[in-house]
Structures are given as structure tokens and as C-alpha cells.
């Protein structure tokens, strides 16, 4: 088993920065992939940013040049650092941790960017 907890979010205004952080615990040997997903009302579930164990990155077109994702194997911790925000990346965020054999979610933590 895997245990995610999300800090970080919060309000924020148009072209602002705010740092996600995941705190993982548990099982942590297992985890390969790590990421983020967010989720707007009456929208889906969407990837935010991915990365290996091998720290390859993944962005989604929306986010590119403006959020970087990092890892901390270290310290159990990944990162998503969001600049330039938009009222469009309101959502709650999701951190991600994978396993060969599983996917684990945190509960969420809720970015709102308003003037």
C-alpha cells in the first residue's frame, strides 16, 4: 500500500505561482510512475504532468512551459510548480503514484486561480 498527501493549493490571482507538494509513505520501494491530474466541475479527470522513476517528463499541451514536475525519491515528494496561472487551471489536483501492479490517489487539493 501507498499513501499520498497533497499540500499547496489554495487561491490564487491570474498569472500567479503556487507549488504542489506529495508527500508519499507506505510501500514506496514499488512506486515507478508518479504524477499529477486535475479535475474541473462537469469536466473529467485530466493529466496535469507525469514522470518516471528515470525522470522523464510528461505534459499536457495546456500546462506546457508554464508547470514543471519534479520528484524527490529521497525524500518520498513530488512537486508540481505551476506559473503563469490561468482561470482555466481551476481544478482540484490530484497526485499519482504507480506501481507495477497499482495505481494510488491523493485526496485532492483544490487550486482556484480568480481575480
Known amino acids: 500500500q501507498v499513501q499520498l498527501v497533497e499540500s499547496g493549493g489554495g487561491l490564487v490571482q491570474p498569472g500567479g505561482s503556487l507549488r504542489l507538494s506529495c508527500a508519499a509513505s507506505?510501500?514506496?520501494?514499488?512506486?515507478?510512475?508518479m504524477g499529477w491530474y486535475r479535475q474541473a466541475p462537469g469536466k473529467q479527470r485530466e493529466l496535469v504532468a507525469k514522470?518516471?522513476?528515470?525522470?522523464?517528463?510528461t505534459y499536457a499541451d495546456s500546462v506546457k512551459g508554464r508547470f514543471t514536475i519534479s520528484r524527490d525519491n529521497a525524500k518520498n515528494m513530488q512537486y508540481l510548480q505551476m506559473n503563469s496561472l490561468k482561470p482555466e487551471d481551476t481544478a482540484v489536483y490530484y497526485c499519482?503514484?504507480?506501481?507495477?501492479?497499482?495505481?494510488?490517489w491523493g485526496q485532492g487539493t483544490q487550486v482556484t486561480v480568480s481575480s
Open positions: 499519482l503514484a504507480a506501481t507495477p501492479s497499482r495505481a494510488y
Open positions: 514522470i518516471t522513476s528515470g525522470f522523464s517528463t
Open positions: 507506505g510501500n514506496i520501494f514499488s512506486i515507478d510512475l
